[in-house]
C-alpha cells in the first residue's frame, strides 16, 4: 500500500489548547493537503502546501512540510470544540500530473469544551 | 453552486446484486476520481478521471467500472456486489492536479 501515515491516531485536548498531528508519506511529493472530515461528512480542504514551501498559515492553522523526511505537521492553534473532526493528509500520486490523492490513515481529533 | 453531488446516501445490496453510485460536479472540473473509506485505511483510489472519455485505475479497482462520457459525471458501476465492498464511498474533483479536491457527502453502501 501507498498510503501515508498520521500520528497520533487519536487525541483528546481541552479548548483553547493547540493540537499538532502529523504525517508521513512514502514518496517524492508536488504537493502535500491537509482535509478535515466530520463524522458522517465529506472530507474538506482545510490548505495545500508546495513540495518548495516549508511553511504556511491560514487561519489558525499552521501546516510545515520536510520534504528530506518526508513528514508534514498541522498545528491547530487556541482549538474549538467545533474543531472536533477527523483530519487526513494527503499527497499526490504522481506530481501533480493527474487527480490521484494517497491518503493518510488520519488523526481523530476530540475538543472538550 | 451545488459542488459535488452523490446518489444515493444510503444504499443496502444483496450479494451479487449490481448497482450504479451516481456523481455529479457543477464546477466544470477535468478531474474527477472515486475513493472508499473503510474504518483504519482511510480513503483509497478506486478509478480517477483527468477529462471526458478517458478513465484509469487506482489502488482498488478490482469489481469496479467507470464511464465518463460527460465531463459533470462520473458514475461507479458495482458489477455483482461482494460483502467486501460494504464501504462509504466518496467521488471528488478538482481543477487539476495541482489544486484542491472538492468531496461530495458520500454513499454508505451495505453489502449483505
Known amino acids: 500500500s501507498q498510503q501515508g501515515e498520521e500520528d497520533p491516531q487519536a487525541l483528546s485536548i481541552q479548548e483553547g489548547e493547540n493540537a499538532t498531528m502529523n504525517c508521513s508519506y512514502k514518496t517524492s511529493i508536488n504537493n502535500l493537503q491537509w482535509y478535515r472530515q466530520n463524522s458522517g461528512r465529506g472530507l474538506v480542504h482545510l490548505i495545500l502546501?508546495?513540495?518548495?514551501?516549508r511553511e504556511k498559515h491560514s487561519g489558525r492553522l499552521r501546516v510545515t512540510l520536510d520534504t528530506s523526511k518526508k513528514s508534514s505537521s498541522l498545528l491547530i492553534t487556541a482549538s474549538r470544540a467545533a474543531d472536533t473532526a477527523s483530519y487526513f493528509c494527503?499527497?499526490?500520486?504522481?506530481?501533480?500530473?493527474?487527480?490521484?490523492?494517497?491518503f493518510g490513515t488520519g488523526t481523530l481529533l476530540a475538543v472538550q469544551p | 453552486n451545488a459542488g459535488v453531488t452523490q446518489t444515493p446516501k444510503f444504499q443496502v445490496l444483496k450479494t451479487g446484486q449490481s448497482m450504479t453510485l451516481q456523481c455529479a460536479q457543477d464546477?466544470?472540473?477535468?478531474?474527477m476520481s472515486w475513493y472508499r473509506q473503510d474504518p483504519g485505511m482511510g480513503l483509497r483510489l478506486i478509478h480517477y478521471?483527468?477529462?471526458?472519455?478517458?478513465?484509469d485505475q487506482g489502488e482498488v479497482p478490482n469489481g469496479y467500472n467507470v464511464s465518463r462520457s460527460t465531463t459533470e459525471d462520473f458514475p461507479l458501476r458495482l458489477l455483482s456486489a461482494a460483502p467486501s465492498q460494504t464501504s462509504v464511498y466518496f467521488c471528488?474533483?478538482?481543477?487539476?492536479?495541482?489544486?484542491?479536491?472538492?468531496f461530495g457527502q458520500g454513499t454508505r453502501l451495505t453489502v449483505v
Open positions: 478521471s483527468v477529462g471526458a472519455g478517458i478513465t
Open positions: 471528488a474533483s478538482s481543477y487539476s492536479g495541482q489544486n484542491e479536491a472538492f
Open positions: 464546477m466544470n472540473h477535468e478531474y
Open positions: 494527503a499527497t499526490d500520486w504522481d506530481g501533480g500530473a493527474t487527480n490521484k490523492l494517497i
Open positions: 502546501i508546495r513540495s518548495n514551501e
